[in-house]
């Protein structure tokens, strides 16, 4: 006996239309999970920024990631795909558990937390734009699916992924760059 079949990895698995559904509901609500704690973070991010070149340009980002979590919401109703709160919630669990994490400073906001929390917007965005790209793939035989509306998303989360990716970049340098001396 090889280890695959020992292993059980070789069993089938339910298919067809039912088990297709059951997937893509999974795969949804996962998405949703992260969509949740992605517009949590970058509404929170945007409101510590305020004011500055950094909050000027993440507060649209922030307000589209927000408008990205309502039109995956439209499309799982599409779908007929129901939300599962409790993944919803766990997440937005985890989002605030996550700002308990020590960041080198009590007080005040730390450079390494605005970059951190840049880099966990930036892995976000980058599974929004897969969900995207999925779902346009999904709509070539999917007629609930609009294909123009996910290129639309699809290119906004590009634009999103390379803001972020610059202000990271630049947030990098700031928060770790070795002391003059």
Known sequence: MN??????AD?????????ELR???????????????????????????RGSALGRAIEPVAAEIAED??????????LGVPVRRYKVSAAWAAEKLG??????HLVRPSPLG??????ALRLGIEGKTACW??????????????LARLATLL???RRQQETIEEWRVRQAGRALAAPVG
């Open 3 to 8: 280890a695959l079949a020992y292993s059980g």
């Open 11 to 19: 069993r089938r698995r339910p298919t067809g239309r039912g088990a």
């Open 99 to 104: 700002r308990l994490k020590p960041n080198g």
């Open 133 to 146: 790209q999925t779902l346009g793939r999904l709509g070539a035989a999917d007629e609930r699916l609009d």
């Open 69 to 78: 979590r309502t039109a995956l919401l439209d499309i799982m109703r599409d």
């Open 23 to 49: 997937l893509l509901g999974i795969y949804l609500n996962d998405h949703l999970a992260g969509a949740t704690a992605g517009t949590d973070r970058a509404a929170r991010l945007a409101r510590t920024a």
């Open 114 to 119: 605005t970059l951190l929390d840049l880099e």
């Open 155 to 157: 290119e906004r989360a």
